[in-house]
């Protein structure tokens, strides 16, 4: 009787120990699906930073020579100007 006893004693345990197994493996489960999450959301973020710079750069590309013509024509302007007050 005893010996039967100490049996179903040893199976409960054994039944007490698998399922805290299974609870901290669902739980680990979780987290790596919450990690997997929080970095698809990082790529995302970045994937968004990396449109921004290639629109900026583009922006850049396209008026490059603004700054040029904007500062060679307020030169000669300013020549004019200059033989313009001289004469």
Known sequence: MSDNMDVE???LEKL???SE???LETRKL???TELIKLETQKLE???ELLKLQNQQNEKRLKYWWLPTVMGR???YLAIIIGLLLYI
């Open 45 to 47: 973020l970045e994937t």
């Open 30 to 32: 979780k987290m790596e």
């Open 21 to 23: 197994l299974n609870i």
């Open 9 to 11: 004693n040893s199976e």
């Open 73 to 75: 024509d307020f030169i």
């Open 16 to 18: 007490k120990a698998e």
